[in-house]
């Protein structure tokens, strides 16, 4: 991978951060895992559009080694998803290849380096997990991102860096470098995190695809007691423009959110309300093979509720049975409005969404994973069809070694 000045001058803000402390040591044995995951996927459309059956069977290898003189090692995995039922389709269900057969891909492969105590660098093909550069897991196997990812840990706060040139889909064997227009770019990214005494987080991220685009994620996060109940407050800001000609125009929109969180017990109830404003959508994805997706409470089943103009909000409750234990339920309904399309600028959408979840508790298949997923999106004819989609996922580790 070519490293550009920037990327290098970030990672070595990162070391400087990290300070020189000797690394401590690590557990000395290898680590073998094999994750199993069955997902079904039934999604019906309106519109005359073919519907989306599909259904496979992921078999995951991790491998995970020790830090060889408690400095360097290799983690890696591979999955191979069997096809259990599906064909080619218009919309592709993501379970199966876009002709409908099965694949087998280098998941994760990347040296870990660990040169001092608060300190770590990947480098390889890995899964990234942050706001603007992320392979979510929730489908049958996750994409894939081939970067350059160090962390350097302080006190409460942490700063990390990333340098990405290629990805990859979450259906696919493929790794794709970024493009737009028919020209090539890699991602630096920078960011980090801090918790103050108070209880509040902060979250802030930076990341630039040069001459394609650039975005800012913030995110404070506030917990508090209000009587006997326990109080999130959550606010999230995007924002997000071009950064020269590859772009194709010119963009420019932020996104908004801020969402309250009241639990107790076994109870949940979350009020969540996004808009978007500027010129355009937001669109959170660098171009090429890239499937970064939101990290935002807006985000839900089908639907991110990114449109221009849009503004949504959203009612949830979440309740873990107390007599059966490891069975968790979780209802969600988002209305939006005042979308601006092609037809005017009064679009409205909304989905609804219900997921069961079930983690056996005891026997053979202890720790066992079932969910069933259920959504429902409907809106203006313009702005989306009638969706209904119902997945069921079963999930169950093994520890090898």
Do not use: C
Not at 40 to 46: A, E, L, P, T, W
Not at 357 to 365: C, E, V, W
């Amino acid at each position: 991978m070519k490293l550009n000045k920037l990327t290098v001058a970030v990672l070595a803000a990162s070391a400087i951060t990290s300070g020189q402390v000797v690394a401590a040591e690590t557990e000395n044995a290898w680590k073998v895992d094999l994750d199993l995951r069955t997902f079904y996927m039934n999604r019906d459309f309106d519109a005359g559009i073919p519907d989306t059956i599909a259904a496979g069977q992921a078999f995951r290898a991790g491998f995970q080694s020790p830090l060889w003189g408690d400095m360097i090692g290799v983690d890696a995995s591979v999955v191979h998803v069997a096809k259990l039922e599906g064909d080619k389709t218009v919309n592709s269900s993501d379970v199966l290849t876009p002709s409908g057969d099965g694949y087998t891909t280098l998941e994760q492969a990347y040296l870990k380096i660990k040169p001092t105590d608060n300190l770590n660098i990947r480098a390889g093909r890995m899964i990234l997990m942050t706001p603007l550069l992320n392979d979510l897991t929730s489908r049958i196997s996750a994409p894939s991102t081939q970067a350059i990812h160090a962390t350097a840990k302080f006190g409460n706060g942490e700063l990390y860096a990333i340098y990405s040139d290629k990805a990859s889909m979450n259906n696919s064997e493929d790794f794709k470098t970024y493009s737009a227009n028919g020209e090539e770019y890699d991602v630096v990214s920078l960011g980090g995190t801090y918790k103050f005494g108070n209880g509040l987080s902060t979250h802030v991220q930076y990341g630039v695809a040069e001459d394609y685009q650039k975005q800012t994620y913030i995110n404070l996060n506030y917990p508090m007691q209000l009587g006997s109940y326990d109080l999130m407050l959550d606010l999230t800001h995007m924002r997000g423009e071009d950064d020269g000609a590859l772009y194709g125009s010119d963009y420019d929109s932020n996104l908004t959110g801020l969402t309250a969180r009241l639990s107790k017990g076994n109870l949940a109830y979350t009020l969540a309300y996004q808009t978007v404003g500027g010129d355009n959508a937001y669109d959170q994805k660098w171009g090429g093979a890239d499937n970064t997706q939101f990290f935002t409470w807006g985000a839900v089943q089908l639907l991110d509720f990114n449109a221009k103009d849009e503004q949504s909000l959203q009612a949830r409750i979440d309740y873990k049975v107390p007599s059966i234990p490891g069975l968790n339920l979780m209802a969600r309904h988002t209305e939006s409005w005042d979308i601006d399309h092609s037809g005017g600028d009064d679009g409205k959408r909304h989905e609804t969404n219900f997921d069961v979840k079930y983690t056996l508790q005891d026997g053979a298949a202890k720790g066992m994973n079932l969910r069933l997923r259920v959504a429902q999106a409907d809106g203006d004819a313009a702005v989306v069809p009638r969706i209904n989609d119902i997945r069921f996922i079963v999930d169950y580790k093994v520890n090898l070694l």
